[in-house]
């Protein structure tokens, strides 16, 4: 018998209805819990994830080494752009963590609390021609 049945990455952040606000846009969300001290929300797809007040709470500073990554979120999407102009429509900033030359197949980018997290194009499912 599974023990565990789901879990649900927690983002510590200074202001938690603000930062939901963020991604119940994002991920076409609601909000499913909501306290003094935490605010969880669930995205269309089921996905889940929870901010919890933290006063004290230090942005990351990935990818500097000082306070670096403290958790990450990785989103799949099947359009990298239209992802980005919603992002930053959003609020969220786009982290340049590589040389911008040529195709990539993922973007970084921070949250309004200076989280972090990936957005990666969907695999085609299509089987390879040739």
Known sequence: ??????????????????????????????????????????????????????????????PRPENSLQAHVEFMVDDLDAAERRIVSLGGRPIETRDAVGPHEERGYSDPSGHSFTVRLNPPTAPKQG
Not at 11 to 33: H, I, N, R, S
């Open 1 to 62: 018998m599974t023990l565990v049945k789901a879990g649900v990455v927690v983002l510590d952040c200074a202001e938690p209805e603000k930062l939901a606000a963020f991604y119940e846009e994002l991920l076409d969300g609601e909000q499913t819990v909501a306290s003094a001290n935490l605010v969880q929300i669930r995205g269309a797809d089921g996905f889940r994830i929870a901010f919890r007040r933290d006063v004290n709470a230090t942005p990351p500073s990935w």
